[in-house]
């Protein structure tokens, strides 16, 4: 079993600096050797992967910021992530914002076009070019890839090759009013912390899976934004929303996501090392990297 870590230095799809420093932190602190150790044949191509990429000239279209620059480095992270896949390796991006998840998730069904998606986050990351206020593009990632909205020249690259019935969420707790709209128009499966809550987070799981993945026989594309996590628990992260995911809860999806053994590809998206003081930082990198090893089979027993 063999593993590509694909560090992606970007913040290009939301304002606040230094999520770009996400891969770097990860990497440093041992993931590759980590991952050997779960016996993972790792590739890591190293710490300047799409850095060459930039713009000159990009200024916002309607409300989107940033459009060019996001749109011509997910194109590149879809690219590397496909041909990842197409060499047999399980594609573990490192971000860097959950824009790239664009970039990841047309990568994955590249190769394998009947792949589901579990999204985990506090947001649903659903907001068109009409929808949404902040102009973020990391509240954008899902929209493009349903091919919902307004179409916007610059990501015309992006196929709408997922369906909503291939989606689900878990851990949603702050979703705008479009966004709301859209998941109940589009039949969307969401479970938010209310049902984490009132089911647990097995049966949770149990019912995303059995929603998007019945028969256990599709393969399984996991992006997780860490700020699903509670911010006590992951901390350093753009866009924090307390009432999260406990440190099991994220690691029992994780665990339970590998255990179907469908897992194809999967994403760690959002620690932002530059934000709080150093301890937490660090606790937020260290969450990270077990919440990859836990979706790439590391059991407690
Ligand atoms: N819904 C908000 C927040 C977006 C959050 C994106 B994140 O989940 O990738 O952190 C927006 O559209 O700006
Ligand atoms: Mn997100
Ligand atoms: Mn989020
Ligand atoms: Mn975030």
Known sequence: KAVAIVGCPFSGGQPKLGVDGGPIHLVEAGLPEQLAELGWKVQFDGHHQFED???????????LKNPRLVSRVCKAVADVVGNHAKNGQLPLTLGGDHSLAMGTISGTLQKYPDACVIWVDAHADLNTAETTDSGNIHGMPVSFLLGLGPKIEEFSWVQ??????????????DVDVGERRLLRENGIKAYS???VDKYGIGRVVEMALDHVNPGRKLPIHLSFDVDALDPTVAPSTGTPVR????FREG???CEA???TGCLVALDIMEVNPSLED?????QTVAVGCSLARAALGETLL
Do not use: C, F
């Open 257 to 259: 996501v590998y255990e």
């Open 193 to 195: 912390m209310h049902e």
């Open 278 to 282: 150093t301890a937490s930082v660090k």
């Open 160 to 173: 709408p090759l997922l369906k909503p019935h291939r989606l689900v969420y878990i851990g949603l707790r």
């Open 243 to 246: 009432g999260g995911l406990t």
């Open 53 to 63: 990429i930039n713009t000159q000239d990009d200024p916002p279209i309607g409300k």
């Open 251 to 253: 690691h029992y999806i």
